[in-house]
């Protein structure tokens, strides 16, 4: 590979900026400047769907219409366990409107209980069972409720605890490989290991295993911090609910469908159907929210599918809200037990975690890698279970597991400054070693004003104010098979395409933006055309990769394409391509002033009518920590939370939050800052107002609306100021990484942090409520 | 969801000859041949949604003229039509002036699209709260079932229900506003099909679960609801309205209380002291208003009310924290007047 050396910026502007030299693959752009000297990059930049989104004009999957499209419902199981004698559907074919049913029946997977009835094992209530095509959605929920399911109910456990006792029901009698992505601690175990409904432990992550020996850095402690720390489970509630509409053509299957993840969705689909990728086609245009539990084509995408393929027509199947809640995802709860030992001078000698949770039927429910990594100390080991119940399967949720385990430990690390009697700010100087945090610190403890804060509970008066911080890392990963096509057409427009899909982050922005900055061009003057898998392949919208996955295949396009623009124009100029540029949409000549041309005008010089280049993300400078693309460096986050809580009623409001994050180059400071606001209001919704109610006694879950599943509205959203660190790391041609998921882990710590401070109690556990309030203040008898 | 008919009701006297049932009625019977009012449509539609009821017939009532009139008099008090929005109550400045408890109470009711809909005749005929109620998974008392799911010592998911009077149901009623209505001795004006007209005290229109399972109001099928009226407040008498939340934008009552005191300098002459989202039904606190009668309000004072009306408080598993809670603004509540 041929290479040649760049010096690029390094560090943190107004803090540590310097440079460093890289050699990079000799085809790929020169270097960026940081932003402050860039025109577009790092900038306020409008959404550039942001029209269409709020006229009405995006559609979403559920607003497609097709010709002949019939509109499905699934059956669902009421019970939470049960062996199923039969089905009658007698009464709801011969319904008028109804075109099939379609009913799951028992393939016998991998995993699944030897059982030699027709149908699957039902495990939770809303497990599907089958669906039904008609001519309209109340003619199918109609034939639904004609079904007549015949089941022989088993004894069932929801209850996590309960679940945990050796003589529980038991919810798979053998090892199961459904493997949720609820948590993941990397090296996830496979669901083998354990004695009955408690699976595991992971004990290790790609970060690596246990270190050094717990019982020795124990030993060597001064003060120790033992506890246990509870979080519930919490469902994704996106506005758009999960769903996709088929329609199975005789040569194609066309998928519109609501994902984070097109490609992903395309090839199960293909590999469920036995169809060449080449004949599966998925288009996502706008999404209306996933938070992680949207990767895949769940049960409705083959549903609606066989659905299409029974009657020859599209058929669209969205679920309802009752249907989301019950069987579309969850935020697995959590029970961590947190040991944490440290000197007299607060060096960290050790830190032993273990954790149980459950996804229901599905594994995954671990509390993930925030105290492997969060600081370094030389001591660590955690074990992390899974908890089968019958309830549905978790799925992941913004930042999996790392929201369950910053609730713990950025709470034991508070405990264990104030054993040592030290501010929680200074000490987290003390032990944190991440520069791009200790900045953050410094920064967001101003615009906080931090050192206000009081003792733990010593206001007066009814309604006592608190204040808190907490902390949080995220890995950098990016996706190797990401791809992307920039096109310049002959009549001066520029087109992108990608399978990568916008999720609501602003994806289709930040990509014109890229494109813009390269070409000399204006936001506007760029097309985007993306989430559609007849396009080159893009990463998933997982795991914050996306930003920092596609952002330098597009600029490399772009590059590439505005390069073989300019070597045309230098062939009519006459002179070198490597004198010209495009600045404010002209073509113009280092050596020669006079020579200009618009953009326009030189895309008339092709022979061809686009100049095409397909450009995929290449190894980052320097290379990775983990070949498969684990990026070096973290995305660091510190947030500072304000509250009152009304020591008489329980009542407790967040006033306030500071979040200072860094995500590399920032790419558009409005973007970002939405996206950290949506993280922040997450965080507090899960820290005082999100839960499952499941009842015990029936195996339902009993909030299962927009109502009683309580979210935050207007009234409810704090003040957030966004704090965001440039940091430069020389690592590709944007430098940049992503935010959704670091903006949601250290909330609900910081807010529990915060009730401490303010009424002297903590509270282990979320969600913090009046009831949790009073009962912590010893109120309730 | 199942067809039904839609019948635009010109008359009280057309709309009483169409129906059948009340949806309490239904519930309980599911005969499925139903005529049911409907007036902004807001509690009766959840039923149907749900398929908990299925109507033959929905009667709209909402256009039938002349139920839509506020009218206030200084003498005679205030008289509010079954049809008058809560919307429209809440910009009603006679309410405000006269009867701040009830405004207040209004504005914290539900959210302002939900305002702009319900009428009052329908939300003091609104069925109660509980989610295993509202579930067609859970067969309970209340809707003939063999049992209360909600107050299983362990299985029971009980956090937000009654404390009061929650010996033979446990869900809570939700009309927030009756419990401001009810403190100001509101009565509601009720015609049957024989064209009789009967004026009921709030007190005894809400029936305990005790008394009748099936329903929490005295309304039957053939009875519709005109106007409710409440009687001019003395020159000296003052009140003020709390409800409690867990989320302000919008949420339902974890405790809410409504103070009407008539007073005399720095005492209390009478109290009226009604407790929302307490009892199956909105719930008068003798305790609390014999302990401020002749009493000066001050902070020990309305402590003291505050302590007695909650010694008939019978938590269960999950909803202790009510007590406190309950203390707290009642005595808040009471401290306001002045
Ligand atoms: C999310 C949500 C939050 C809410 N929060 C609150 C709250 O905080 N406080 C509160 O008070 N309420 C609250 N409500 C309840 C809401 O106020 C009531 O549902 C509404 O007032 C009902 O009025 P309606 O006109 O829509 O009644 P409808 O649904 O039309 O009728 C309700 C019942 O009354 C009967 N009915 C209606 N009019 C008459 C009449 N004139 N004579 C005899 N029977 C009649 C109907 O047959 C039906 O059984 C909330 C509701 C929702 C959905």
């Not at chain 1, 960026?32 to 959404?47: A, F, H, Q, T």
């Not at chain 1, 987290?428 to 906080?448: M, T």
């Not at chain 1, 602003?506 to 898998?533: F, M, S, W, Y």
């Given at each position: ?147 007549k399911v015949n089941y022989e109910e088993k004894p069932f456990v929801i209850d996590l605890e309960a679940a945990m006792e050796m003589d529980a029901p038991i919810v798979f009698d053998v090892p199961i490989t459904r493997q949720a992505d609820g948590g993941d601690v990397g090296e996830v175990h496979d669901g083998s290991k354990g004695q009955g409904n408690v699976r595991g432990p992971s004990t290790s992550s790609f970060f690596g295993g246990p270190r050094g020996d717990l019982e020795q850095g124990f030993n060597e402690a001064d003060i120790i911090v033992e506890k246990t720390y509870r979080t519930q489970v919490q469902t994704h509630m996106p ?48 999404m209306g929210g996933g938070f992680g539990a949207k990767h895949s084509a769940g049960s409705f995408g083959p549903m609606a599918a066989n659905l299409s393929k029974k009657t020859g027509r599209p058929v669209w199947l969205m679920m309802d809200r009752q249907e989301e809640h019950i069987a579309e995802g969850n935020r697995p709860n959590s029970i961590q037990y947190l040991k944490i030992g440290a000197k007299k001078n607060g060096t960290l000698t050790a830190i032993q975690q273990r954790s149980h949770g459950t996804a229901g039927v599905g594994l995954g429910a671990g509390v993930g890698r925030i105290a492997q990594v969060l600081y370094p100390c ?404 | ?240 309205y709390i409800k409690q939340v867990a989320r302000e934008s919008y949420d339902w009552s974890l405790g809410d209380v409504a103070v009407v005191i008539e007073t005399s300098g720095d005492t209390c002459k009478s109290a009226s002291i009604v407790l929302g989202a307490a009892a199956p039904v909105p719930y008068r606190s003798v305790q609390a208003q014999q302990a401020m009668e002749k009493k000066s309000i001050n902070n020990t004072n309305a402590m003291a009310a505050a302590e007695a009306a909650m010694s008939v408080a019978r938590p269960l598993s999950k909803n202790g924290y009510k007590v406190p809670l309950f203390k707290s603004i009642i005595s ?7």
């Amino acid at each position: 590979m041929d290479t040649r050396k760049e010096k690029f910026p390094y560090g943190i502007p107004g803090h540590n900026l310097s440079e460093i030299e890289r050699e990079i693959p000799i085809e790929e752009p020169p270097v960026w400047p940081i932003n402050d000297k860039l025109k577009i990059i790092g900038k306020r930049v409008n959404r550039i769907d942001a029209v269409d989104k709020v006229t009405g004009k995006a559609k979403y999957t559920s607003d497609m219409k097709l010709p002949g499209m019939l509109y499905a419902k699934m059956l669902r199981s009421k019970v939470p366990h049960a062996a199923i004698k039969s089905i009658d559907i007698s009464e709801a074919k011969s319904l008028a409107g109804v075109h099939a049913i379609y009913l799951i029946e028992n393939t016998q997977k991998e995993g699944e209980e030897k059982n030699n009835g027709k149908f699957p094992m039902v495990k939770y209530v809303g497990q599907p069972l089958g669906g039904v095509a008609a001519d309209s959605l109340e003619i199918a929920k109609d034939a639904i409720s004609l079904i007549k399911v015949n089941y022989e109910e088993k004894p069932f456990v929801i209850d996590l605890e309960a679940a945990m006792e050796m003589d529980a029901p038991i919810v798979f009698d053998v090892p199961i490989t459904r493997q949720a992505d609820g948590g993941d601690v990397g090296e996830v175990h496979d669901g083998s290991k354990g004695q009955g409904n408690v699976r595991g432990p992971s004990t290790s992550s790609f970060f690596g295993g246990p270190r050094g020996d717990l019982e020795q850095g124990f030993n060597e402690a001064d003060i120790i911090v033992e506890k246990t720390y509870r979080t519930q489970v919490q469902t994704h509630m996106p506005l758009e609910t999960h769903g996709v509409v088929v329609d199975w053509r005789p040569d194609m299957m066309m998928v519109y469908a609501s994902t984070q993840n097109t490609n992903a969705v395309r090839n199960e689909m293909a590999s469920i159907f036995g169809l060449p990728k080449s004949k599966v086609r998925v288009v996502c245009d706008f999404m209306g929210g996933g938070f992680g539990a949207k990767h895949s084509a769940g049960s409705f995408g083959p549903m609606a599918a066989n659905l299409s393929k029974k009657t020859g027509r599209p058929v669209w199947l969205m679920m309802d809200r009752q249907e989301e809640h019950i069987a579309e995802g969850n935020r697995p709860n959590s029970i961590q037990y947190l040991k944490i030992g440290a000197k007299k001078n607060g060096t960290l000698t050790a830190i032993q975690q273990r954790s149980h949770g459950t996804a229901g039927v599905g594994l995954g429910a671990g509390v993930g890698r925030i105290a492997q990594v969060l600081y370094p100390c030389p001591n660590f080991a955690t074990e992390q279970y899974d908890v089968l119940t019958n309830a549905g399967p978790g799925a992941a949720w913004r930042a999996p597991g790392n929201v369950q385990g910053a609730f713990g430990l950025e709470q034991a690390i508070d405990e264990m400054a104030e054993k040592l009697n030290m501010d929680p700010l200074k000490y987290r100087d003390l032990i944190d070693k991440s520069e791009v945090r200790k900045i953050e610190r410094q920064r967001g403890a101003k615009l906080f004003n931090w050192s206000r804060r009081q003792p733990a509970g010593s206001g007066k008066g009814l309604v006592k104010k608190g204040l808190g911080v907490g902390q949080s890392t995220w890995p950098r990963f990016v996706t190797l098979d990401s791809s992307v096509e920039v096109k310049i057409h002959n009549d001066g427009g520029v087109e992108i395409r990608s399978s990568v899909q916008d999720i609501g982050t602003g994806t289709k922005t930040i990509l014109a933006q890229v494109v813009a900055e390269e070409l000399g061009l204006q936001v506007n003057d760029i097309t985007v055309n993306i989430g559609d898998t007849f396009f080159p392949v893009g990463p998933g919208s997982g795991g914050s990769v996306v930003t920092g996955s596609i952002t330098p295949p597009t600029r490399n396009a772009a590059f590439e394409a505005k390069t073989a623009l300019l070597k045309l124009v230098a062939k009519k100029w006459e002179t070198d391509s490597s004198e010209l540029f495009i600045e404010n949409g002209q073509v113009g000549s280092k050596k020669d002033a006079n020579l200009k041309m618009p953009f326009k005008e030189a895309t008339k010089l092709m022979r061809t009518s686009q100049i095409s280049k397909i450009a995929s993300r290449s190894d980052d400078y320097g290379g990775f920590q983990q070949p498969w693309g684990l990026a070096y460096g973290d995305l660091g986050s510190v947030q500072f939370a304000e509250v009152s809580v009304n020591t008489d009623t329980g009542f407790v409001k967040v006033d306030k939050i500071v979040a200072a994050h860094s995500c590399g180059r920032p790419l558009n400071i409005g973007q970002l800052e939405s996206q950290i606001n949506g993280g922040v209001i997450q965080g507090i919704s899960y820290a005082l107002y999100e839960n499952r109610i499941m009842d015990t006694g029936t195996g339902h879950m009993m909030n299962a609306n927009v109502d009683q599943y309580k979210v935050p509205y207007s009234m409810e959203i704090p003040e957030i100021e966004t704090l965001i660190v440039e940091e430069y790391s020389a690592l590709s041609s944007t430098d940049a990484y992503g935010i959704g998921e670091p903006a949601n882990i250290a909330t609900a710590a910081a807010v529990a942090n915060a009730v401490y401070n303010a009424i002297g109690v903590r509270l282990h556990e979320i969600p913090i409520t009046p009831s949790s309030i009073l009962k912590a203040l010893n109120k309730v008898s | 969801m199942n067809k039904f008919s839609w019948y635009e009701a010109t008359s009280i006297e057309d709309a009483l000859q169409q129906v059948n049932k009340t949806v309490s009625e239904e519930l309980y019977q599911s005969t499925n041949n139903a005529a049911v009012f409907k007036s902004g449509g807001i509690d009766v539609f959840d039923w149907v949604k749900e398929g908990l009821i299925n109507p033959q017939k929905i009667i709209n009532i909402r256009n039938i003229p002349g139920l839509d009139v506020i009218s206030y008099d200084a003498k005679d008090g205030l008289r509010i039509g079954s049809n008058v929005t809560l919307a429209e109550m809440a910009s009603n400045s006679d309410i405000k002036n006269h009867y701040l408890a009830l405004h207040q109470a209004i504005n914290h009711a539900a959210t302002p699209q939900l305002r702009n809909m319900s009428t009052l005749g329908g939300n003091i005929a609104q069925r109660n709260r509980c989610w295993y109620f509202r579930s067609a998974d859970h067969q309970c008392f209340r809707k003939s079932g063999d049992r209360c799911f909600a107050r299983h010592s362990e299985t029971g998911e009980n956090e937000n229900h009654a404390i009061i009077d929650n010996g033979s149901c446990v869900s809570l009623h939700a009309s927030s506003i009756s419990t401001a209505l009810m403190a100001f001795n509101a009565s509601v004006v009720i015609v049957n099909s024989k064209g009789e007209k009967k004026k009921v005290l709030m007190d005894d229109f809400f029936v305990s679960a005790g008394q009748d399972i099936a329903m929490e109001t005295i309304l039957q099928a053939k009875e519709i609801i005109t106007e409710i009226v409440l009687p001019a407040p003395s020159k000296n008498t003052k009140s003020y309205y709390i409800k409690q939340v867990a989320r302000e934008s919008y949420d339902w009552s974890l405790g809410d209380v409504a103070v009407v005191i008539e007073t005399s300098g720095d005492t209390c002459k009478s109290a009226s002291i009604v407790l929302g989202a307490a009892a199956p039904v909105p719930y008068r606190s003798v305790q609390a208003q014999q302990a401020m009668e002749k009493k000066s309000i001050n902070n020990t004072n309305a402590m003291a009310a505050a302590e007695a009306a909650m010694s008939v408080a019978r938590p269960l598993s999950k909803n202790g924290y009510k007590v406190p809670l309950f203390k707290s603004i009642i005595s808040e509540a009471i401290l306001k007047i002045t």
